[in-house]
């Protein structure tokens, strides 16, 4: 790669957002750059383990399924990505990149770096890592048999309960608080398992054993404590926005979410953003496909002024 290239958009992330954008700007043939950190396009959908069944044009059994998708689509277009590439610095208002292989100038920005994962902080993790882990496949035998705790009150949380307690002997569901942002259904379905047992106004707050995981202990908001035999835990306590290379140069919330207009234009007004990382937003895929579409309709006017 030259030392320095110009691109009329740079879209940072090639997950649902991204390669949306990308899509819809090598349509309307604007000269663009998909870069990606990854060795390959799909962002977070390779960690979806669980059916699609929510995305109006098909049905996917799961993540990896739409990725391998949205790969297939990006290369017979000819996408212009770039792959193994991290943005180790972006100047937003003068839209200088620099990247690990060099740098990049653009007119237009789309940030589409969606989320990571949350992970809990609790002193002694570390000694027993190998019974804490944060997704159990459906097609696995771990923990088959065994006592579970799922910590977490979210869709994730909650489905990952209801696929364990398919092949263990007892599943906790732990939540910090009495209100679950997880779908009614999925609760209802949890409840109706005769092995399971929903915690609330709970939080972790030790990890006992010998040389495997065999004991935690709970605290409540009350400071009231409560022991539970449990051989393995998993975490699902939410994400992360991917987004403090961006702190400073746009306007965020407090959690570190984009702040976006309808256009999906950020308080600087040559970039854009999309997907999980924004305010307001939903954390879905197919609002990550929209506003990925509706950032490069955007981006096109802004383009025709120059």
């Not at 804490?132 to 309960?161: E, F, I, K």
């Amino acid at each position: 790669m030259p030392t320095s290239e110009s691109f009329d958009t740079v879209i940072i992330g090639a997950g649902p957002a991204g390669a949306s954008c990308a899509l819809e700007l090598h349509e309307s043939r604007v000269n663009y750059l998909l870069v990606e950190r990854a060795s390959s396009a799909g962002g977070q959908l390779s960690e979806i383990h669980n059916p699609l069944s929510n995305l109006a044009p098909a049905y996917w059994p799961n993540g990896p399924a739409l990725k391998a998708s949205m790969t297939e689509m990006l290369a017979k277009i000819g996408c212009n990505l770039r792959l193994n590439t991290d943005i180790e610095k972006v100047d937003l208002k003068s839209g200088w990149l620099v990247t690990s292989s060099g740098e990049l100038k653009a007119k237009t920005i789309l940030l589409a770096t969606g989320y990571r994962l949350r992970r809990l902080d609790l002193a002694g993790l570390r000694d027993f890592a190998e019974s804490v882990c944060y997704h159990v496949s459906s097609g696995s035998d771990r923990y088959s048999g065994a006592t579970v705790a799922v910590v977490g009150g979210g869709d994730n949380a909650v489905m990952q309960a209801i696929e364990l307690a398919d092949r263990c002997s007892k599943v906790y569901l732990i939540n910090r608080t009495d209100k679950f942002k997880s779908r009614p259904d999925l609760l209802l379905e949890l409840r109706n398992r005769s092995n399971t047992e929903i915690l609330v106004d709970s939080k972790v707050s030790e990890l006992g054993g010998n040389s495997t995981l065999e004991w935690l202990r709970l605290a409540s908001a009350s400071g009231k404590q409560r022991r539970i035999d449990a051989c393995g835990l998993v975490v699902k306590i939410g994400f992360i926005p991917n987004t403090e290379l961006f702190a400073g140069q746009t306007t965020m919330d407090s959690s570190g979410h984009i702040l976006i207009d309808q256009n999906c234009q950020t308080s600087v007004g040559s970039t854009f953003a999309a997907g999980d990382i924004t305010n307001p937003g939903y954390p879905r895929i197919a609002t990550a496909l929209g506003q990925g579409t509706l950032a490069a309709k955007a981006i096109r006017r802004i383009l025709e002024r120059h």
